[in-house]
């Protein structure tokens, strides 16, 4: 009877432990997930308190998405890459490179569907370069090899341009940068209307979110990430991957090419210039690892959103850029300081 | 539990060099059906080499594999995971940021076609998972757990889950229990007790007498990239199988 009860005591024990243990280990996936989403809906509270008539009108949020729609690609680009413990420091050259190309094409007459397609395959076979450097040439580091291809790329841009801007570009080629989808039809104004490059992130997030979360390659890019040494042994061609994922890079590179070409309708030297380095702060703000194997395309996206509010944000209150970048970087230090105590929790040592 | 059993796996003048080094010369190995095989030696006595070339990483330099008594060129992992023959890494080659299902079936996910594109099966990952999981009365909170999260032992008992989850005939386990807590290790051991029940063929590298002694039919012992020695595990005992490892006989 005596040891019946200790059982039943014990029992007792067990089961307080496990709900404190479940509440506690419940929480730390959901935080890990949407903590960088709480901290995006904290933002927009701060700045609508800030600017309550400016900030969320229809005209500036469609605004802070249309900035933030080139520099949504590289992210997404250089997110895949990180995800595989790598690094691309090209994108912002490729976007150069193909853009230019695009003008070049665009000026010497050629019908908008190629012009349109072009700057997608151009940057297509710069992330292709890049992919196979790394893997054939055995790079000791995708650092390395894209680094020289940042200089590579945009020297090649300047050198078939001249390094001259070439300006003015059909509707079709626009489109997707600077069209606009009426809503006149639900009863709203003329001037609400819905910028396609808004619809081309979601349509582009969702299917690279699909790629990455339900397909076998994406979840190799993960194992790559995790255990590059466990995907080998798993019969992952691993060389193959990477040179996908730097091509989708390059590929996204492409996108934001066209979308640049949109919104700006030309093609300049300097576009994309130090573009990268917003990409990577972009993912690691939103809670991808530079170790590789962690991060979410949701996460992406909140990174991206958090960086153009802010600069929007910060605009409209007229406080100059230079503190911009320090408010930029301090978020980047933050951020990761965080990602850093999620870990120590997180995680078995 | 003897060489009566089916043999499965037979390794013959197996010869590797790396350059002008030798690792490996001439050596022959057996397995048969339901037994476990020790293999014991220094370190640099060629035992990683050898398990290296059972599983196709390395090509031999001469030499041939015979797998239930054919002839096999392996080109790659996959040949040998094709044939039933699997390897557990002793870095686990486990991909930490993934859940427990996840790695058990990486590189072999089940998918299903909606239209023309494959997607993850996520449901059946899941339950092949807690399937399997629970014929080797393996026990972790759930399938869906990052490995990151586990401890020694069950990262050990997931990497060997993940070997077998194909059917595999022969299974190599480099030093599986090198890693682990003491009260871990005799956990291992049960695994593949459980595995050579089920007729499966196991091979163990280690360095540990107590693991050979508890698992093991029969031991063999490399030396300078040798066959040095080879017993039934009844017929030697521990100071033997030591000095062998330090080339005394």
């Keep these: ?349 | 539990m003897t060489s009566t059993n089916k043999l499965l796996l037979e390794a013959k003048g197996i010869t590797k060099y790396f350059g002008t080094i030798t690792a490996l010369e001439n050596v022959n190995l057996k397995v048969h059906e339901g037994e476990c095989l020790g293999v014991v030696g220094d370190n640099g006595a060629g035992k990683s080499t050898l398990m290296k070339v059972l599983s196709g990483l390395y090509k031999p330099s001469a030499g041939a594999l015979f797998f239930e008594g054919k002839e096999h060129i392996l080109d790659s992992p996959k040949d040998s995971q094709n044939l039933g023959l699997e390897m557990v890494y002793q870095d686990l080659a486990l991909a930490g940021n993934l859940p427990i299902g996840e790695n058990i079936f990486l590189g072999r996910e089940p998918t299903k076609n909606i239209g023309f594109l494959k997607f993850l099966d996520f449901k059946k990952i899941q339950e092949m998972t807690s399937a399997h999981l629970e014929k080797l009365k393996i026990n972790v909170k759930s399938a869906d757990q990052k490995v990151e999260e586990l401890s020694g032992g069950q990262r050990q008992a997931v990497a060997i889950a993940r070997s077998t989850a194909f059917n595999a005939k022969v299974v190599i386990m480099d030093e599986p229990t090198a890693a682990l807590a003491i009260k871990e290790v005799g956990k291992v051991l049960d695994l593949i007790n459980k595995l050579k029940s089920t007729g499966v063929g196991v091979i163990v590298i280690s360095h540990r007498m107590d693991d050979i002694f508890t698992v093991c039919d029969r031991v063999m012992a490399l030396f300078q990239g040798t066959n040095f020695a080879e017993s039934q595990l009844d017929k030697t005992s521990r100071d033997e199988v030591i000095g062998w490892i330090m080339g005394k006989k």
């Design chain 1, 1 to 349: 009877m005596k040891s019946l009860v200790g059982l039943w005591e014990k029992n007792k024990m067990d089961d307080k432990e496990k709900k404190q243990d479940s509440l506690y280990v419940k929480l730390i996936p959901y935080f890990e997930k949407y903590g960088i989403l709480l901290l995006l809906v904290i933002m927009i509270l701060v700045m609508h308190i800030l600017q309550p008539d400016v900030f969320l009108s229809w005209r500036n949020v469609t605004n802070v998405f249309k900035q933030i729609s080139w520099q949504s690609m590289l992210a997404l680009g250089v997110f895949m890459v990180i995800v595989t413990a790598g690094i691309d420091l090209s994108v912002g050259s490729i976007m150069m490179l193909s853009l230019m190309i695009l003008a070049i094409v665009a000026k010497a007459g050629a019908p908008w569907f190629i012009v349109v397609l072009v700057p997608l395959f151009a940057g297509f076979l710069c992330g292709l370069i890049n992919g196979l450097g790394i893997t054939l040439l055995r790079m000791p580091h995708p650092f390395i090899m894209t680094l020289g291809t940042l200089y590579i790329f945009r020297g090649t841009g300047n050198l078939i341009s001249g390094g001259t801007p070439i300006s003015g570009f059909t509707d079709e080629v626009r489109y997707l940068g600077h069209g606009r989808i009426d809503l006149t039809w639900l009863g709203l104004e003329k001037s609400q209307y819905l910028p396609v490059s808004l619809v081309l992130i979601a349509v582009v997030y969702f299917v690279f979110w699909v790629f990455l979360n339900h397909s076998r390659t994406g979840k190799w890019i993960y194992a790559i990430g995790g255990n590059p040494s466990a995907a080998r042994a798993s019969g992952i061609n691993v060389n193959k991957i990477l040179i996908i994922v730097y091509s989708l890079c390059g590929f996204l590179s492409g996108i934001g090419a066209l979308i640049l070409a949109g919104r700006t309708d030309s093609g300049y030297p300097n576009a994309g210039l130090q573009s990268e380095l917003d990409a990577i702060a972009a993912c690691i703000i939103g809670g991808a690892s530079f170790f590789g194997g962690r991060g979410t395309v949701l996460g992406v996206f909140a990174g991206v959103m958090i960086m153009g509010i802010l600069r929007n944000g910060l605009n409209l209150m007229d406080v100059s850029s230079f503190w911009q970048q320090v408010l930029i970087g301090s978020i980047i230090v933050l951020a990761v300081y965080v990602d850093v105590l999620r870990r120590d929790f997180g995680t078995r040592k």
